[in-house]
């Protein structure tokens, strides 16, 4: 699993079906009208977190190679100009940036309730 520098910015995984509900009741709301919302997932993690939880809960072992930041940007660069936009150029910058994310106004005025990633994982895999 390529990893983009030292693997340590965080994410907040979030699961589809929960931000499609917040997004339904944001929608249906015309009290929340021009109001802007961060929907994200209940635990942050770093990105080695992540790739190693995933890991576990498919009992799998996988090996993560690490790319320096500027040999990836120079990867999509090179792609993008052959016209393979296998990643956008702007996905790294903003893989990096540090995330703050205050769920607090969703979970209060949306009612959102995001599942931790391995109960998410479950449903995902689940017959």
Avoid: W
């Amino acid at each position: 699993v390529p990893v983009i520098g030292d693997g340590s910015y965080k994410l907040s995984p979030a699961f589809i079906d929960d931000v499609v509900s917040a997004m339904i009741v944001a929608v249906e709301n015309a009290d929340l009208e021009n109001t802007a919302f961060t929907l994200a997932g209940p635990e942050p993690m770093t990105y080695t977190e992540l790739v190693g939880r995933i890991g576990r809960f498919l009992g799998v072992n996988r090996y993560t190679i690490r790319v320096p930041v500027m040999a990836m940007k120079l990867i999509t660069e090179i792609l993008f100009l052959l016209g393979k936009n296998l990643l956008v150029r702007d996905q790294i910058p903003r893989l990096l940036c540090r995330k703050d994310h205050d769920i607090e106004p969703a979970v209060r005025l949306l009612n959102y309730r995001p599942r931790k990633l391995e109960e998410g994982l479950r449903q995902c895999v689940s017959p």
